[in-house]
């Protein structure tokens, strides 16, 4: 599968940010899909993941900030950040697996930069 993202830019601290990832060209179906995340130094970190059937994780540190969401036909899933920290500033990765676990994701979009100034 192809994932594309879109979305990301250049937000103040507290503004709001929606991040797409539409997925294409699977011959099986996808189950879990999410979000990872990427600061320079730091390693990848896991944001938050949707399941086809809507089993939700969100990592403590965006806990009732983000939401994601997802459609499954065609397979599109997204995440609305809100009040945005300049500590949110990472390169964001649309993830997918077959699974119903994004922990070693089979598929991975490009990323998309998402940047908060203070």
């Known amino acids: 599968a192809q994932l594309v993202e879109s979305g990301g830019g250049l937000v103040r601290a507290g503004g709001s940010l929606t991040l797409s990832c539409a997925a294409s060209g699977s011959r099986f179906t996808l189950n879990a899909m999410g979000w990872y995340r990427q600061a320079p130094g730091d390693k990848r970190e896991l944001v938050a993941t949707?399941?086809?059937?809507?089993?939700?994780y969100y990592a403590d540190s965006v806990k009732g900030r983000f939401t994601i969401s997802r459609h499954n036909a065609p397979n599109t899933v997204y995440l609305q950040m809100n009040s945005l920290q300049p500590e949110d500033t990472a390169v964001y990765y649309c993830?997918?697996?077959?699974?119903?676990?994004?922990?070693?994701?089979?598929?991975w979009g490009q990323g998309t930069q998402v940047t908060v100034s203070s």
């Open positions: 949707i399941t086809r059937s809507a089993g939700i």
């Open positions: 993830a997918a697996d077959l699974t119903d676990d994004l922990t070693s994701p089979l598929y």
